[in-house]
């Protein structure tokens, strides 16, 4: 059974910075690696390093830390559970032309393209 970790970030905590120990639990929770998550946070390896050593992201990097933590936990409460919610966002979906909604969630607008898939699913729409 999977550990479910809450990924409920305040604003005041995102301008603050996200501690980047979450990248671990993000990578963990999703199934994914350390640079496939960086890369969708749009971080790359010489400014990781450094944000390792800082211990925080910035504000930027932290507000979408906080998109992907409401998007997996949104994920977890329409599908079910976490097992359920990391193989459908790593799965293609017609619905978003073949692409997978983690790949597609890493814009903000993409992300609200995923928004709107789950609600659908929720909500018994065929998509």
């Known amino acids: 059974m999977a550990v479910i970790i809450e990924f409920d970030l305040t604003e005041d905590q995102v301008r603050a910075g996200v501690p980047v120990a979450i990248v671990a639990q993000l990578t963990s929770e999703l199934g994914v690696g350390t640079p496939a998550l960086l890369e969708w946070l749009q971080v790359a390896p010489r400014t990781w390093a450094r944000r390792k050593q800082a211990g925080r992201f ?50 903000e607008v993409g992300a609200e393209a995923v928004f709107d898939l789950l609600g659908r699913l929720e909500h018994g729409v065929f998509s």
């Open 58 to 107: 910035d504000m930027l990097e932290s507000d979408r830390v906080a998109r992907l933590g409401r998007l997996v936990r949104r994920a977890r409460n329409v599908l079910g559970g976490p097992d359920e919610a990391r193989l459908w966002l790593a799965l293609p979906n017609r619905a978003l032309q073949g692409r997978s909604p983690f790949d597609v969630s890493a814009t």
